[in-house]
């Protein structure tokens, strides 16, 4: 028994040793959701006892001056960011890594789950909302006031270049992947093409459907563009195409009214608008330290812009030439993985 007690007493102290080891990487953390309270929106409407979600990785110090901030992509939410390859680049027993869910993903404030505005009541939100949104929660929720990088993918990507601007001075860091200071000419056509198709399908309903739809030709129209034609001809036969065809036609959309909101803001997304659309003045509001990547065989976000930008700036640019087009970050392309890595050593 008296072994049995010291064997007892060893295992508590050892466990209490861990758990104030701030180098102590806890078990993923569950979803999580803060309120912050009505949000006034840039097109003045309100959302109302806004809520948004979030996942923490990692222990933030007494400064608070370890947290990464890490947007959702488009139709995605915090679990999905998880194990993407980017992810793992964020040391997370030296950082303090907030992923958080953009809004209209439904796990933040959006149609699907809002009370009083459900549905088609909810207002119309911004790119530009969905960071003020996020600086709120790092503000109120964590008493943050200055982040130590703010990185993303896609829409993910879209935020962070909003997050330049919006904020500047409120990262040293940011990292924008496979994202945008605003839409291409073939960006909105793609965009607008697959809002059209919404918009025209009878189950959608203007958005009020009592039944979540399957679009089938919007499903297939976002996955023709995710990669590039060189990659579908190398990885699928003709024969294969049918298949697509079923897979494609699986309900796979938790709620179309979220989609569709995200989709609005991606096509209103412009950083240079409150400079009269001049993005030369845009970037002079940048401060901090800027890694832009970009995939130059996007088809779904064109590469050009942010290129463009990046020559406004002392920024450095990393572009992968791979056929995946869309999604060449989630292949763990060693020249994107080691420039991260190397952004987040950086001293300030």
């Known amino acids: 028994m008296k072994k049995?007690?010291?064997?007892?007493?060893?295992?508590?102290?050892?466990?209490?040793?861990?758990?104030?080891?701030?180098?102590?990487?806890?078990?993923?953390?569950?979803?999580?959701?803060?309120?912050?309270?009505?949000?006034?929106?840039?097109?003045?409407?309100?959302?109302?006892?806004?809520?948004?979600?979030?996942?923490?990785?990692?222990?933030?110090?007494?400064?608070?001056?370890n947290a990464i901030l890490f947007p959702t992509w488009f139709g995605g939410n915090s679990k999905d960011i998880e194990g993407t390859n980017p992810w793992p680049s964020v040391d997370t027993t030296r950082f303090f890594l907030i992923i958080v869910d953009a809004l209209g993903d439904g796990i933040s404030s959006s149609p699907s789950n809002s009370i009083k505005?459900?549905?088609?009541?909810?207002?119309?939100?911004?790119i530009r909302d969905m960071v003020t949104s996020q600086h709120e929660l790092l503000t109120k929720k964590f008493g943050i006031s200055h982040a130590y990088a703010i990185m993303g993918i896609s829409m993910g990507g879209i935020q962070t270049f909003q997050w330049a601007v919006s904020y500047p001075g409120f990262t040293d860091r940011l990292i924008p992947i496979v994202g945008s200071p605003g839409p291409s000419s073939y960006d909105l056509m793609l965009y607008q093409t697959l809002r059209t198709t919404i918009e025209n399908d009878p189950s959608f309903a203007?958005?009020?459907?009592?039944?979540?739809?399957?679009?089938?030709?919007?499903?297939?129209l976002w996955d023709l563009f995710l990669?590039?034609?060189?990659?579908?001809?190398?990885?699928?036969?003709?024969?294969?195409?049918?298949?697509?065809?079923?897979?494609?036609?699986?309900?796979?959309?938790?709620?179309?009214?979220?989609?569709?909101?995200?989709?609005?803001?991606?096509?209103?997304?412009?950083?240079?608008?409150?400079?009269?659309?001049?993005?030369?003045?845009?970037?002079?509001?940048?401060?901090?330290?800027?890694?832009?990547?970009?995939?130059?065989?996007?088809?779904?976000?064109?590469?050009?812009?942010?290129?463009?930008?990046?020559?406004?700036?002392?920024?450095?640019?990393?572009?992968?030439?791979?056929p995946k087009g869309h999604i060449a970050f989630d292949f763990n392309l060693p020249q994107m993985r080691d420039s991260i890595v190397g952004m987040l050593g950086e001293k300030n």
């Open 4 to 65: 049995l007690n010291t064997v007892l007493l060893l295992f508590f102290t050892v466990f209490v040793c861990l758990a104030q080891n701030k180098n102590i990487v806890p078990a993923v953390n569950k979803q999580q959701v803060a309120s912050i309270g009505d949000l006034k929106l840039e097109s003045g409407k309100v959302i109302i006892d806004c809520r948004i979600g979030y996942r923490t990785h990692g222990h933030l110090n007494s400064e608070k001056s």
């Open 206 to 220: 203007k958005g009020h459907y009592k039944v979540n739809p399957n679009i089938v030709s919007a499903n297939m």
């Open 117 to 126: 505005q459900h549905g088609p009541n909810f207002p119309f939100f911004s």
């Open 227 to 322: 990669t590039t034609p060189e990659d579908r001809v190398n990885t699928m036969s003709p024969g294969d195409v049918p298949k697509w065809m079923q897979n494609t036609a699986k309900p796979t959309i938790a709620d179309w009214n979220n989609r569709y909101y995200q989709l609005i803001a991606i096509i209103g997304h412009d950083i240079s608008k409150p400079y009269h659309g001049s993005m030369s003045e845009a970037a002079a509001h940048v401060k901090g330290k800027i890694l832009i990547i970009n995939s130059l065989h996007d088809h779904m976000v064109n590469p050009a812009p942010a290129i463009a930008f990046s020559k406004l700036l002392p920024a450095k640019l990393v572009v992968l030439d791979s």
